[in-house]
């Protein structure tokens, strides 16, 4: 089974807030094409995140890569960043970019793949509510 290459995916949730704003629109033309999402008092999200790593089996493991090692990278990127946080006030990822889901999934994938070995491919899915989801790369 030693080199077959095989999909491992993690689960993860976490909670943010976020406001969808452009700060070169005027209010009126933000209300306009965010609706409620631009709501000047923020609101919440429960984002789920699906992490998809793909490689071949290790021989001497069996694995593709160790999963607590995948979780703890996860946590040091994903949450201890934006659980619980303000995307727009408290992230600078986000001080100058819109945090839409576009927008975050880009930004934890570049985060996730900076940590990840390059012989890893790795997909993205990230889920803003039940019926919504970002994937990056396509
Ligand atoms: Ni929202």
New binding site residues.
């Given amino acids: 089974m030693s080199g077959n290459r095989v999909a491992v995916f993690r689960k993860v949730t976490f909670n943010a807030a ?1 406001r ?1 704003y452009n700060k070169s629109w005027s209010d009126e033309q933000n209300r306009k094409v965010f609706g409620l ?1 631009a709501n000047e008092h923020y ?1 919440g ?1 429960n984002y789920r995140l699906d992490v998809k790593v793909i490689g071949e089996i290790d021989p001497e493991t069996g694995y593709v890569i160790n999963l607590d090692d995948l979780k703890r990278i996860i946590q040091e990127e994903v949450h201890n960043r934006f659980d619980h946080h303000n995307l727009n006030l408290d992230c600078p990822e986000f001080k100058d970019l819109n945090p839409t889901g576009e927008n975050i999934v880009v930004v934890i994938y570049q985060m996730l793949r900076a940590r990840l070995e390059a012989k890893y491919d790795l997909q993205i899915r990230l889920w ?1 509510t039940e019926r919504n989801y970002f994937e990056y790369p396509v």
Avoid: A, I, V
């Fill in positions: 976020h969808l999402c609101h999200h803003e």
